[in-house]
């Protein structure tokens, strides 16, 4: 799958509605009535309070972070660790010092097999792939 810009229907800004505009007469009547009962519901269920505690709360300062170290927190007496101490060398590759493996045969898709004898080796070399 593969990523597309969209376009600008799918916008997550400018969501702001215009003016509404009414067929007629009666309907921006009813509008009217149905905005004035709901102010006064939210009027009987106190939401304005609420409304208004939603609005000091987003007005108000955000919350600064201050990342320092409290007082008599700090580790200055404990020295850092640098490059004096010297790099660690590389471990030598493991090599296989024994008699008893002749090789490594390729059986199958990639298989690696240990070879302990010419027998072994004939065997894998004469195996239907």
Known sequence: M???????????TGKRKGKVKFRNAEEARKARELDESWKSLQK????EEQEKKRRRALSAEP????LTI????????????????GVAVLKPAPVY???KIKGIGTMHKS?????????EAHDIATMRR
């Open 2 to 12: 593969t990523m597309h810009l969209e376009g600008p229907w799918l916008s997550t």
């Open 44 to 47: 009987k269920w106190a939401v």
């Open 63 to 66: 919350l600064t972070y201050n």
């Open 70 to 85: 409290p007082e008599g927190r700090g580790t200055s007496h404990i020295k850092s660790v640098g490059q004096s101490t």
């Open 97 to 99: 010092t024994g008699t």
């Open 111 to 119: 298989n690696a097999v240990p070879i302990f004898s010419d027998e």
